[in-house]
């Protein structure tokens, strides 16, 4: 029962902090809309910086970054784009406030920019793998770097990009970040990797 | 006097808001750090949202986005965007708080979405005059959109990408920006392009 509590009340403020922005939010208004007392809200999280950092959490372990292989095919990476983009989608407010949450909690700044580091050294990795196989050629110095910082800006900003352009986000809008990472490797792709990328599915 | 104290006002309060986050700054702490009274303050601004909206006016008259016409060649180009990069610096807190501070301040929201749009507009244009004088190649449909959200997302979101990678922001990597939107626009660059570009200063 006491483990049902917990699960409830981080969906419910997964939900609230989606639909408001998470100053508006309180643990007072998760405990009413996950139906719990405020005392059992607070036995399980000492506040709401803690309900954040456990979303983030299970954010990173379903993207599962850390764990998973590199990919075999251009294909694989399309759809492991496309998975991912629909993770963000799910924890949407850290993608929208993750900048200012930093501000807020030291402890969660510095997890992030633990996972984002190593989401860059993951990607480079990437692009080298990419070009080993003959997918992508790198024409000269540091574009590596250049096209990882572009894949990254994507990555985290495409969402808050739509905003500040005044764009109604919505699913769709938000997954078009896969295809929009894609493009930034157009123009570095070779003959054999545009061939294998028409067959995707 | 009157005009004095109003100057007065937004410097400190630039100096503060760029130290500090925009959260931690309030009006007491403007006055004083400007040796006015609250009052004082108050008579010259509602609030701190008539603040930030009066320093997002000035940055955006330094910029001068809307009167600059198109620059004639690409060195122009360049030391335009190295102009724009030092301006930005010299009001990061928008650059780091933009999204933040949007959703605090429907007025000042208004304001950045249309600039922004206005900005993209602009920005499409000069690639068209790009690509009309000879300078670029753009070669497959979207293209055209794909490089202008890569531009901007390298305008808006350079400086908020440095700090989720934990690097220490300072002036010259900020001023990088400069540098890596002439990168995004590499690999469609001509020959033309390339060596009246290396003969800048």
Sequence with gaps: ???????????????????QDSQSVTTN?????????????????????????ELYGQMRDEIGFESQPLPETLCEMQSYCDYVAKVWWKYRFLRRELHFLM???DLFAKDVIKDVRLQREKMILLLLHLRDKG??????DNMLNN??????????????????IGE??????????????EEVLR?????KAKTELAKCQ
Excluded: C
């Design 1 to 19: 029962m006491k483990k049902d509590n917990r699960t409830k009340i981080l969906s419910v403020a997964l939900k609230l902090l989606n639909e």
């Design 29 to 53: 208004h998760i405990a009413e809309a996950a139906g719990v007392s405020t005392g059992n809200l607070y036995y399980h999280f000492k506040n709401k910086e803690e309900i954040i950092r």
């Design 103 to 105: 501000t807020r909690d």
């Design 135 to 140: 997918y992508i050629e790198l024409a000269y």
């Design 147 to 164: 096209i990882v910082d572009t894949m990254m800006l994507y990555s985290h900003f495409w969402t808050p990009y739509l905003y500040i």
């Design 168 to 181: 109604d986000i919505d699913v769709s809008k938000a997954q078009m970040v896969a295809q929009r990472i």
């Design 187 to 191: 123009p570095f792709l070779t003959k």
